[in-house]
């Protein structure tokens, strides 16, 4: 079984719909992060969180670090949000910077 | 804003040659860390510094060794390169001193092995 789990692994949208993207993890963390990653390869960070919920722009992404769920939002979704979403763990006590990475949702938003 | 720099971007090697990647974090940052993501695969880590001493390993292959130099950049050196190397090779960088920190990641450099 993965240490972090996403659903799903595909999803595919209408223009201006809400978009939910899961991810579970089994490892105790002391971060949890969303990564987005474009066609070509690039990875972008979105958020670090460690507790409660952050915001920015239409993206929303939350943590409840007793289920050892998280979720990130996309509102008012847009094609240029098609990408892979993935969602990756700072194992708690374990060396800096070792990100454990969920295998990703590739999200299609058409127009 | 200066983000993290990789190159080259895109390299063709053959069976049993070297290679070596080059990273340049984001200023003032002293932290590297360096992912393989193979084809349909997701990352994995490869290995890190902070202030230039390894600060953690993962699944780096033997052939594979790293430094990171005074100015903080970093080279990861490849020898006896296979085919299952080919893969995307991320640098991201960071502010040390904790775990809980955001990793910028770099554009990362493809490597195709012949």
């Known amino acids: 079984k993965n240490e972090v789990e996403q659903s799903p692994q595909n999803l595919t949208a209408q223009e201006g719909e809400f978009i939910t993207i899961n991810c579970s993890y089994s490892?105790?963390?002391?971060?949890l992060h969303w990564l987005q990653q474009h066609p070509g390869g690039g990875i972008v960070s979105l958020f670090m969180l460690s507790s409660g919920k952050k915001k920015h722009g239409r993206l929303i992404a939350t943590i409840n670090i007793q289920e050892k769920h998280s979720s990130l939002h996309i509102t008012a979704s847009h094609p240029r949000d098609s990408a892979v979403y993935i969602c990756?763990?700072?194992?708690?006590?374990?060396?800096?910077?070792?990100?454990?990475f969920g295998k990703g949702t590739k999200l299609s938003v058409k127009p | 804003a200066a983000g993290v720099i990789q190159s080259p971007r895109h390299l063709i090697k053959e069976k049993r040659e070297t290679a070596t990647l080059k990273c340049y974090p984001i200023p003032r940052h002293d932290t590297v860390y360096w992912y393989q993501q193979g084809p349909g695969q997701d990352p994995q880590f490869l290995i890190s510094?902070?202030?230039?001493?390894?600060?953690d390993k993962g699944s780096i292959p033997d052939r594979f060794s790293a430094q990171q130099f005074s100015d903080y950049h970093s080279e990861l050196n490849m020898s006896s390169l296979e085919l299952g190397d080919s893969a995307l090779y991320f640098c991201a960088s960071s502010q040390g001193g904790t775990s809980v920190v955001t990793q910028y990641f770099g554009p990362g450099t493809r490597l195709t092995v012949l």
């Open positions: 990756a763990v700072t194992n708690y006590g374990g060396s800096q910077g070792n990100l454990i």
């Open positions: 490892v105790g963390i002391s971060a």
């Open positions: 510094f902070y202030e230039k001493m390894q600060s």
